[in-house]
């Protein structure tokens, strides 16, 4: 028996030095990370940075040119048969089979893994429910919205209660309402111990879903970590305004020549300036205005958003 969760001590999904090239693309050109079991690792990248070549090596669809991805400590290369049972993927199209009923669709997937009898109606079960399919169940396909066709793509991933989901851009051309319920379905499987690794173009869709996040262009890792950690890391410009009653023009000319200030800007008390440094040395900062006299009342401070830090660390290349 094949468990649904991960039972080992180590990552659940691992990328080692993977590399896929085609003819001149390097599709993929020397990913590393790994995902601890029970997380949600977020990929992100713009279009054709090389998340679905990664996802599909994964999946077991195609193999890597070099290195190797693991799950639960088994290759996509020499165990093929063991990681397909372990995972479950929704790729970023949906096939087609238009003339089927969802019932059908997702019993022929249960079958196809091998799930029998009074197994097979459970679980049909659990997934309809679990995906708000069921009152579509006798539905043929063809007449299901998007959002609709999504959720019974992500059943036909859960269908043989697989320990580690690969979820390729689930949320795309869903509307918000849709994007939040799918958001709660993920982070509800990741609750149940699930492994998931998601794609999105879109940094804020996925911040608050995942443990991790990977920031991919051009085939390679750009940076990984927390979306704090990413945001920290990659935060150290922020736009201060600090409001300064009387010689307010005297501060700025006082802040002008120092290295981390860019960009002043008087206006009245207020004085608008880019900074670049890190909280402490902000507070260093406003602790040598007031040492020098200067009588500091506001401050204002705002980090980059998820978006500028992504745009920050991507450059828009296209391959
Ligand atoms: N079968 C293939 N043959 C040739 N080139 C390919 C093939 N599959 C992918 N590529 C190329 O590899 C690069 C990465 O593509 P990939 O689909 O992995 O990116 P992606 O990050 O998933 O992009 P998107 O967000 O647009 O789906 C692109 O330049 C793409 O054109």
Wanted: aromatic share 8%.
């Amino acid at each position: 028996m094949i468990p649904s969760v991960h039972t080992g001590t180590g990552p659940c999904i691992e990328l080692r030095r993977l590399h896929r090239f085609f003819g001149k693309t390097k599709a993929v050109n020397d990913i590393s990370f790994s995902v601890d079991p029970g997380h949600v690792f977020g990929y992100i990248g713009p279009n054709g940075a090389g998340k679905t070549t990664s996802m599909r090596i994964l999946a077991t669809l195609d193999l890597p040119s070099y290195g190797d991805a693991f799950v639960d400590g088994f290759s996509v290369v020499n165990d093929p048969e063991y990681v397909r049972r372990r995972l479950g993927f929704m790729p970023d199209s949906f096939g087609t089979y238009r003339d089927v009923n969802c019932r059908e669709y997702l019993d022929f997937f249960a079958r196809a893994y091998g799930l029998s009898g009074d197994d097979r109606l459970r679980r049909l079960r659990w997934v309809l429910s679990f995906t708000g399919t069921e009152g579509m169940a006798e539905k043929p396909i063809r007449g299901l919205s998007k959002g609709m066709k999504q959720r019974l793509c992500l059943g036909r991933a859960l269908i043989h209660d697989p320990a580690v989901l690969i979820l390729d851009e689930p949320a795309a051309g869903l509307d918000p309402r849709a994007r939040i319920q799918l958001r709660r379905m993920i982070r509800e499987l990741a609750d149940r111990g699930k492994t998931i690794l998601i794609s999105s173009h879109i940094l804020t869709e996925l911040a608050e879903i995942c443990d991790t996040v990977g920031i991919i262009e051009q085939g390679q890792l750009l940076a990984t970590g927390s979306v704090e950690q990413i945001q920290h890391q990659q935060a150290s410009h922020r736009d201060l305004k600090i409001r300064i009653l009387q010689r307010a023009d005297q501060a700025a000319r006082w802040l002008e020549p120092l290295d981390q200030v860019d960009s002043v800007v008087v206006d009245g008390e207020l004085v608008r300036f880019e900074f670049h440094g890190d909280i402490r040395e902000q507070a260093d900062l406003v602790a040598k205005l007031c040492g020098e006299g200067f009588l500091v009342a506001e401050i204002e401070s705002h980090k980059k958003s998820l978006e500028d830090v992504f745009l920050q660390v991507t450059e828009g290349l296209v391959q």
